[in-house]
């Protein structure tokens, strides 16, 4: 929820505020808030979506892993003194250990480039810092938010860098569910290996398979989904931080970048790196395009999946009825005893809700001007929602879903008997004039194919039965 403005007059403090001043006057602020006027601000001119920075702790983390190396660096350079440093490490490592979430209550769609989130952080940091050197909120004299806290830094380079700590951190989670999720079809596949049924190609019968060809097809999927996430993770390592206000290191000494790069990448365990051009890397949001759009892939191959379980799980007695989902509550209102596949509908939502993010994502990317891009903070809410509701889509399917399913094994048999697809199988020892005839007269008769070629003496049945193997069927290897 938005904060609503101070009702109180700005001209005289009542109990419970402390008065706080920048370049448009001075406002009241609440006496027990960490944040300041910038923060207060940026409150009332952004009622946007409803929620807070505090919705996406690695944001708020990554900003308060970015000063403490900041102010790590400056210490290191002799340009802030040792109490006042650290005064703003212990407050971030407050902040790191997710002791002030509730303080950053910025809402994450925002103007001003992220200044605003930068701004909240500065100033709860600052005033944290006064509380452990024993001076009251809002003293500023003693630590100030933006001469202490933001030395040699701009909002351009701490932000963007904040962004991509927490979403690597994102990423982390989203591959430990994909993980999990992969291993419960491997497990699937295993549990299914001979169960024979047939394959379709356009919703036709094909040629038979197994039920855990299909659900490893599944995990090889999810498998090679997980290499391309890995891959993408990899970009987010390459910061700016030290680049100040566009990539020319402006008001950074010499040697700033490098050790405030190597202090982060201590603070956060990240194998982070400088990127070798920090002009192109303010402006640059290449590497978000490109995980928006490995995102995107994971949804829809997620959501081609789950159309699958739906389709085999159909019926369950007018419909395909090849597998059951287990069930986890009840489908209608109307029809009793109605069981519906909710997970993968649940899931296939999220998947379109990822691939609309993509769009976002794509149009900020490139809605970017000269040397920076004023819309990274619709674009970072934007892959936090793919990231962390694609996470939540995983696991709720590997727990909810695909780890209670089992197969109807006679049915998949006899669709497999009666199936004219079969008939392709046997093929090679019938010939083709042969085998044609058999699927005609199947097709006509509703007899199965089997049944057929024994009444033609065709094959003898201990042949016929050493062909209809299922291991052969499927042509598995052993």
Not at 134 to 142: K, N, S, V
Not at 347 to 355: C, F, K, L, M, P
Request: charged letters at 20%.
């Amino acid at each position: 929820m938005t904060i609503a403005p101070t009702p109180i007059a700005d001209e005289a403090v009542a109990d419970g505020f402390r008065s706080e001043h920048d370049l448009l006057g001075n406002r009241n602020v609440p006496q027990n808030a960490y944040w300041g006027v910038h923060t207060l601000r940026a409150v009332e001119n952004f009622p946007i979506t409803g929620q807070r920075l505090s919705s996406n702790p690695h944001l708020i983390h990554g900003l308060a892993a970015v000063k403490l190396a900041a102010s790590r660096a400056n210490r290191e350079l002799g340009l802030l003194d040792a109490e006042k440093g650290a005064a703003i490490e212990a407050a971030c490592l407050d902040i790191m250990a997710g002791q002030l979430d509730d303080q950053f209550v910025v809402d994450v769609i925002q103007g001003g480039a992220g200044t605003s989130s930068n701004m909240n952080a500065n100033e709860v940091i600052a005033n944290r810092g006064l509380e452990i050197l024993g001076f009251p909120r809002g003293d500023y004299a003693h630590l100030h938010p933006n001469d202490d806290v933001n030395l040699c830094q701009s909002t351009n380079d701490v932000y963007p860098t904040a962004v991509r700590i927490a979403t690597a951190r994102g990423i982390e989670g989203l591959l430990s569910a994909l993980e999990e999720l992969q291993e419960a079809f491997r497990v699937k596949s295993a549990e299914f290996r001979t169960v024979v049924k047939m394959g379709r190609t356009q919703l036709q019968d094909a040629v038979p398979m197994t039920l855990g060809q299909e659900f490893g097809s599944f995990a090889v999927t999810i498998g090679e989904d997980r290499e391309r996430l890995r891959e993408s993770a990899r970009l987010m390592y390459e910061i700016n931080l030290g680049a100040t206000a566009i990539g020319t290191g402006l008001n950074a000494p010499a040697g700033y970048a490098e050790s405030a790069c190597r202090h982060v990448a201590e603070a956060t365990g990240l194998p982070l790196v400088t990127a070798p051009d920090l002009i192109e890397a303010t402006s640059d949001m290449g590497a978000f395009v490109h995980l928006s759009g490995v995102l995107k892939r994971v949804a829809v191959k997620l959501s081609k999946i789950c159309n699958d379980l739906r389709l085999l799980s159909s019926g369950p007695r007018a419909g395909l009825g090849e597998i059951n989902l287990p069930a986890v509550q009840s489908g209608s209102s109307i029809m009793p005893g109605k069981i519906n596949p909710v997970i993968p509908e649940v899931v296939s939502q999220v998947a379109y809700e990822v691939i609309g993010n993509d769009v976002t994502v794509t149009m900020a990317a490139e809605a970017g001007q000269l040397q920076l891009n004023a819309f990274e903070p619709v674009i970072v809410h934007s892959l936090h929602k793919s990231i962390t509701h694609l996470e939540a889509a995983c696991r709720t399917l590997t727990a909810r879903c695909v780890q209670g399913i089992t197969a109807n094994t006679a049915h998949l048999r006899s669709t497999v008997e009666h199936s004219i697809g079969l008939v392709t199988a046997l093929n090679p020892q019938l010939g083709y004039a042969a085998a044609t005839s058999i699927a005609q007269e199947a097709l006509a008769s509703g007899r199965g194919v089997a049944e057929l070629v024994l009444e033609r003496g065709l094959l003898s049945a201990e042949r016929l039965e050493e062909l209809l193997r299922p291991e052969r069927l499927a042509n598995l290897s052993s």
